[in-house]
């Protein structure tokens, strides 16, 4: 029996079925350095270090000892399945009979780089920059189709000391299609620990990034609060609706609101000038969601939408009215029909923000 075995970013982020497998293996294989971080687990056991570029006969390997009747452990950082031993292993099982195979996951750099960043997942893609065994091309099409979708995109294997071509080629199509205060989370693996950074793609150093370090580069809603990175999901926050907002919202159903500028109005601009005041009350409010500028005053504990222009700008108010019939269609919707008016305002912030 092989059990492919996922020992996480480093040893005290172990799974305890893991630790378990590990134990009761008679044989253990892996990459020294992946060795060294479960020296306590191996002791007394056959253990077969393999060096990098000799995955295939790590494998080869556990396969031979497994047909001898051992229980074997093949470990890989992170997770197996992702960039792992997995993968590899069951590539070449497919020329042997009778190979039993129990694939034991760990925590991957991505999940790992997220908690350290603090909340930055949603929707992700996971995209590894090493051209060893993949063609430029492709990562080149991976890179930019993940972009284009406004994933999250966590970039494993960024840059080697001769392999600096991948992370400049993905940069540049990053630049090209993302806005440059995009944030980035920066997370490098050092002996005395992760070193974290949060940037913005403008800002971000290619040369301070190495095989050590796990880039993730934010989308659209991505935002910096308190120094971490956070992704909201767009969850509806209760609050009580403004009387004020109420008897906007009245005259906005009847058809007799304001469009665009609102000369007339003794506090006219409230954030710039031109602006937009169709919705002098925003119906997303409170969005919670600080990715246009708005924030928690938080000894109050009331948001504030002072720093949000997007609200007040033409083409923002377009795609809105284009769609906010079909959902505001009374005053007890602003309530009611949360959930998709915040479903309306993230569909409109990724095609105006």
Request: hydrophobic fraction near 35%; charged fraction near 25%.
């Amino acid at each position: 029996m092989i059990y492919v075995v996922g020992i996480g970013p480093r040893r005290d982020d172990m799974t305890l079925r893991a630790m378990e497998i590990i134990k009761e293996a008679e044989v253990v294989i892996g990459y020294g350095s992946y060795l060294k971080q479960i020296s306590d687990l191996i002791e007394g056991k056959e253990v077969i270090a393999r060096g990098m570029g000799q995955e295939v006969e790590r494998v080869e390997t556990a396969i031979i000892k497994s047909q001898e009747g051992k229980k074997v452990a093949l470990v890989s950082s992170g997770d197996p399945g992702i960039y792992g031993m997995a993968n590899v292993l069951y590539q070449v099982r497919g020329k042997y009979q009778d190979v039993e195979v129990e694939v034991v996951p760990g925590v991957t750099a991505a999940t790992y780089t997220a908690a350290l960043l603090g909340a930055p997942l949603h929707d992700f893609a996971v995209i590894s920059l090493s051209d060893i065994l993949t063609p430029l091309s492709e990562i080149k099409r991976k890179v930019k189709k993940a972009s284009e979708a406004d994933l999250i995109i966590v970039f494993y294997n960024p840059r080697g000391k001769r392999r600096t071509r991948p992370l400049e080629v993905a940069y540049k199509i990053l630049i090209d299609i993302r806005k440059p205060e995009t944030p980035v989370g920066v997370v490098r693996t050092g002996e005395n620990g992760p070193e974290v950074t949060v940037t913005t793609l403008k800002e971000l150093s290619l040369e301070d990034v190495d095989m050590s370090t796990t880039l993730l580069v934010g989308n659209t809603f991505t935002y910096v609060q308190d120094g971490k990175l956070v992704t909201p999901r767009g969850y509806a926050i209760p609050y009580s609706i403004h009387p004020l907002a109420l008897e906007f919202y009245e005259k906005y159903l009847s058809g007799e609101g304001v469009e665009g500028s609102n000369l007339s109005c003794e506090y006219y601009p409230c954030h710039q000038h031109p602006q937009n005041c169709t919705f002098c009350y925003c119906p997303f409010y409170p969005c919670g969601d600080s990715s246009t500028g708005g924030r928690w005053i938080k000894e109050k504990q009331v948001w504030s939408c002072e720093a949000c222009k997007w609200i007040h700008q033409d083409q923002t108010v377009e795609c809105i009215q284009g769609k906010l019939g079909k959902v505001l269609q009374n005053i007890g919707d602003l309530a009611d029909k949360k959930k998709e008016l915040l479903k309306l305002r993230r569909e409109c912030v990724f095609t105006t923000k």
